[in-house]
């Protein structure tokens, strides 16, 4: 394990992981919303699904779902800077963590 982890989770899905991740964001950082990339697939649970936009019928007929969730575009390699930039001033103060793979990370 890394030096600066002392503790792990299992879980019996990447959708329950995702679901515990965003949790531990919301509890570190004691904001609400988390920024999920467009066209990412995350899980089919209630939280995960709010996260996933990859395709609508993943989500269709499941509202209403978890709030405080932001959909922003992938950023491209070739517009990385602008992109990047963009997201990060678009996010809203209340943001917990971005939700993209492989792993959730969390704004301090």
């Avoid at 503790?7 to 988390?34: M, P």
């Avoid at 930039?85 to 209340?94: D, I």
């Amino acid at each position: 394990m890394p030096p600066l982890l002392n503790k792990y989770f299992y879980c019996n899905s990447g959708s329950e992981a995702v679901d515990n991740a965003v949790k531990i964001a919301r509890a570190a950082t004691g904001r609400d919303c988390i920024i999920a990339f467009d066209g990412g697939f995350h899980g089919r649970s209630i939280g995960a699904m709010a996260l996933t936009s990859s395709k609508v019928i993943y989500r269709q007929h499941f509202g209403p779902l978890m709030p405080g969730v932001h959909v922003a575009p992938y950023p491209y390699c070739l517009h990385c800077k602008v992109m990047g930039e963009k997201v990060r001033r678009q996010r809203p103060a209340c943001t917990a963590c971005y939700c993209g793979q492989p792993a959730l990370r969390l704004l301090r």
